[in-house]
RNA sequence: GCGCCCGUAGCUCAGUUGGAUAGAGCAACGGAUUUCUAAUCCGUAGGUCGGGGGUUCGAAUCCCUCCGGGCGUGCCA
């Protein structure tokens, strides 16, 4: 395989321009990236934008410079003769030859014209990183999908990835599981189901910490109330008429009303919860105390405890073989599950290496790191003696680099922790891994339709299992509806009606997360996620369902297919268009490794999806009656199958032969 | 108070280091079916890209400012 890189058209592209674009500037690579694939197919495939720039730098006129360029560039084996258009774009139509010889060329290809990496890097991909003292919820959801799904496009570019699950198994909410076990245990239910017996031992405490507290923070927020609102009045009737500032504390002081009047309400909700139930008032009259008992439980722990610790050791596997039960739905493996008490041991060196090296110095009592021209410190151990997960995410990016030999190490964490991640990397820069690639891949909040961060009803926060079980439900209904209306009657058993009910819940929870930039907020919603129309997962399982089906009927068998000698060849448009985007999956992956953004292969795969649409509806495949043409089709239908499949499975997803 | 982010079509969202007439999906309207699965396709309509100013041949994108919203903010992770 010498010819490699004319696989990838726009690599090839930019490679001939950079040759062309030497004779006029010292950085001819810089330029060269600015030939991209056109945004409206009038302007051919692709477009190149560097004239424009160029001839700026240069005192020339961009059109003359264009046909310059033009003149210079050596790329008529590729493509039909360049055409300048507008202030001086560089417009290319790629030549049906050369893109029925690169078709052909993926059609038999294993790795669908992906090729591997040249320098694979080493990548640790944080993610997922639940709590196991409690069940996952719906917070959990963006960082598992995204993070699963950069690990799986890395590594199949050829990069040395480790996918890590950074669980939270040694904090405060342990401790309040050890209270609960201790005291509120129902044996019987323990017996039965242990996890679900220890979550509910993580809530009850929880509850009841927050009674207390919101029993001691309600009459301060009244007291807030009181005075904001006599402020308020005081203010309100003079009403300035062209004072700007007065205008705007003003304004600042009725938020504030309203802000501390939510939070009243919120307070009281808490104390009611607990004090509408007799027993729950005489639980939270019995422990005065829970929060710092439950403390004192997590400390104990720290400490060494015997019965504490026998305790950990035997609740953190259970907890941890139900949170496999939702990867293992989620079709999700982790390479390695180091989670904070993994870590629990370097801490203290740790931070006696900061303060030896004078990077940290003690504040209040704490330890503290001071990163120039930030306010906030970075705690990396409390007045109390305790570590902070400052101190932990060091010593793991000491680990990952000593014993993972971490190139590059990805957090997929929510975009609320950026300071964090900032003053953490800015801290390990100082500490002497300044060499390395720490990346904070952030994600926004997924809301409810109120727009507020997504809760039921009641304002609990929703269960991951609970979500995939309604999804799947809804799109058992869709699966039923669908294979009962169709023309000849069902086709699907029930035990397969089962199988792709699954198959498009969880595909439409994870491409409703992955469609979407990671950086916005999105508002879930169940109803468009399982739509049977529009953008959605469903729409390339159907798509792929579809080739899946004339291979079916047409009893053609795929592997000799391949291997039959046939051709690709180009009678239709549509084909052609097909074609293309085919061969464009390389530029869709090559774009998520580069920003870490998923969605740019989720819009390809639509893209395709959308194409093929359009070729089944324009060109019979088995009716075809010319022999050539027929086998051509198959094998266009063939290779969009399987890059779909692998799109989707490269984004976690599955597919279905038949629905 | 300080810091970060967001504001794009009626709704939900894309928009690649500044590029051509700002794009999808849904909803609306009009077409296509003796179905290789209509969970589809084709078309029409819909936007002062929050307002104003600036830089540029060229701005949704960069800078300033104002308005509106979200998040974070020294010992939770």
Not at 233 to 255: Q, Y
Not at 302 to 324: K, M, S, Y
Not at 644 to 655: S, V, Y
Request: proline share 4%.
């Amino acid at each position: 395989m010498g010819t490699d890189s004319l696989m990838n058209a726009l690599a090839e592209l930019r490679a001939r321009f950079a040759n062309a674009l030497a004779e006029f500037t010292p950085d001819p690579a810089q330029f060269a990236a600015m030939v991209k694939p056109t945004q409206d197919a009038n302007f051919g495939d692709f477009q190149a934008n560097c004239a424009m720039p160029l001839a700026k730098q240069r005192g020339e006129n961009p059109r003359v410079l264009a046909a310059e360029i033009v003149g210079k560039l050596d790329i008529a084996d590729l493509c039909q003769p360049p055409e300048v258009a507008g202030p001086g774009f560089i417009n290319i139509r790629l030549r049906d030859d050369w893109l029925t010889e690169q078709i052909n060329r993926n059609v038999v290809d294993s790795r669908l014209g992906i090729e591997q990496v040249a320098k694979p890097k080493r990548i640790v991909i944080d993610y997922s990183a639940p709590n196991v003292a409690k069940p996952m919820h719906v917070g959990h959801l963006r960082s598992t999908v995204l993070g699963n799904a950069l690990y799986r496009v890395a590594k199949f570019l050829g990069h040395h990835v480790l996918g890590d699950n950074h669980i939270g198994d040694w904090g405060t909410q342990f401790g309040m599981i050890l209270f609960g076990y201790k005291n509120f245990l129902d044996r019987a239910a323990f017996e039965q189901n242990a996890v679900g017996e220890l979550a509910r031992q993580y809530r009850l405490v929880s509850q009841l910490t927050g009674f207390h507290e919101a029993k001691a923070e309600h009459p301060k927020a009244e007291n807030r109330l009181a005075q904001l609102q006599s402020e308020l009045n005081a203010a309100e009737p003079n009403k300035p008429t062209n004072d700007k500032s007065a205008e705007k504390t003003l304004k600042k002081l009725r938020t504030d009303v309203s802000d501390v009047r939510e939070q009243l309400t919120s307070l009281k909700k808490q104390i009611e919860a607990v004090e509408s139930s007799p027993p729950l008032k005489a639980l939270a009259d019995a422990h005065p105390q829970i929060a710092e008992l439950a403390r004192f439980e997590t400390a104990k722990l720290h400490g060494g405890d015997e019965e504490n610790t026998r305790l950990w050791n035997q609740f953190v596997p259970q907890c941890l073989a139900a949170i496999q039960g939702i990867y293992d739905r989620l079709d999700i493996r982790f390479d390695m599950t180091c989670g904070e008490s993994f870590y629990n041991p370097m801490l203290a060196d740790v931070v006696a290496e900061f303060q030896a090296k004078g990077l940290a110095s003690e504040s209040d009592g704490a330890i503290c790191v001071f990163i120039p021209g930030n306010a906030a410190p970075f705690i990396i151990r409390k007045r109390d003696g305790a570590f902070t997960y400052a101190s932990s995410d060091l010593a793991t990016i000491r680990y990952r680099v000593n014993d993972l030999q971490a190139d590059t190490m990805l957090y997929v964490v929510d975009t609320r922790q950026s300071e964090h991640f900032r003053l953490l990397f800015e801290t390990a820069k100082l500490w002497g891994y300044g060499d390395r690639e720490l990346v904070h891949v952030n994600f926004g909040t997924i809301l409810g339709k109120d727009n507020k961060p997504y809760k039921t009803r009641s304002g609990d926060t929703i269960g991951l299992e609970s979500l995939l079980d309604a999804a799947v439900a809804r799109a058992r209904q869709i699966v039923n509806e669908n294979d009962d209306s169709k023309p000849e009657g069902r086709e699907l058993s029930d035990a397969a009606r089962t199988s792709v009910a699954e198959t498009v819940g969880i595909g439409a929870i994870k491409y409703a997360d992955l469609r979407h930039n990671r950086e916005s907020d999105y508002v879930y919603d169940e109803d468009k996620m399982l739509a049977t129309n529009g953008d959605t997962a469903t729409y390339m399982q159907y798509a792929y369902a579809r080739v899946a089906g004339i291979f079916r009927r047409g009893g053609i068998n795929r592997e000799p297919l391949r291997s039959g000698g046939g051709r690709v060849v180009f009678t239709h448009p549509s084909e052609r268009a097909l074609s293309l985007q085919l061969l464009r999956f390389n530029e869709a992956l090559d774009g998520v490794l580069a920003e870490n953004r998923p969605n740019i292969l989720t819009d390809y795969l639509f893209a395709t999806a959308n194409s093929f649409s359009t070729f089944y509806q324009e060109c019979s495949v088995l009716k075809e009656p010319d022999e050539a043409i027929r086998t051509s089709r198959l094998l266009l239908c063939d290779l969009t199958a399987r890059v779909i499949a692998a799109g989707l499975d490269l984004l976690g997803m599955k597919t279905c032969e038949q629905m």
